[in-house]
């Protein structure tokens, strides 16, 4: 090809099951992602040299069982792309612990911005919001928490707790990270 180099998409044959299976929020100044070429997946996650391995840790999140999923849109303004993702989970039970959990999210947001690591129910794991690939800063990828909310509930079995809504604009679809859960969960 002369202008552009193209690739083809295929996969096996066989289902596909969608919704999250689990989260985990970490700050993206600790972590260090690694991938064998530009475009691969992400195949190991490290801290950073300097990082505090008390507080530099993949944070879970437990949300309502079936109730989060991870959603992107992409939009073009003459060669300029953009695309917009989000996470949607609902916390359940308005408490103080939920109180101080969207404040941390509020303010790292604001001033540091948020990572994600993002695990589907069919096992693939995707990271949002990353700024440390192969130990090289990548241009800026803010996330924060915006467009959130929450309710009682009026009857004993309407739902209690917050619906939270991350965002992130960037400029491209979510690299995966190959390495596995356990991977992530070794930082928790």
């Not at 879970?60 to 849109?73: D, G």
């Not at 303004?77 to 969207?102: D, G, M, R, W």
């Not at 790292?108 to 695990?119: D, K, N, P, T």
Request: hydrophobic fraction near 40%.
């Amino acid at each position: 090809m002369l202008c552009v180099t193209l690739q083809s998409y295929k996969r096996a044959c066989g289902g596909v099951t969608g919704g999250l299976s689990r989260l985990w929020a970490f700050d993206p100044a600790d972590f260090d992602f690694t991938q064998v070429a530009t475009g691969d997946p992400y195949t190991v996650v490290a801290r950073r040299a300097g990082a505090m391995p008390a507080t530099a840790k993949m944070f879970p999140i437990k949300f309502q069982f079936k109730e989060a999923e991870r959603t992107w849109k992409q939009s073009v303004k003459s060669c300029s792309v953009k695309y917009e993702h989000e996470i949607k989970a609902q916390l359940p039970q308005l408490s103080n612990e939920l109180t101080n959990f969207l404040k941390s999210l509020d303010a790292a947001g604001c001033c540091c911005g948020l990572g994600f690591v993002i695990q589907h129910n069919d096992g693939k794991i995707f990271v949002m919001g990353e700024r440390y690939v192969n130990a090289n800063t990548i241009p800026f990828f803010e996330v924060k928490m915006d467009g959130s909310d929450g309710a009682s509930g009026k009857l004993y079995d309407d739902f209690n707790g917050a619906n939270v809504a991350i965002k992130g604009d960037y400029t491209r679809e979510l690299y995966e990270f190959t390495g596995g859960a356990t991977a992530i969960e070794g930082f928790e």
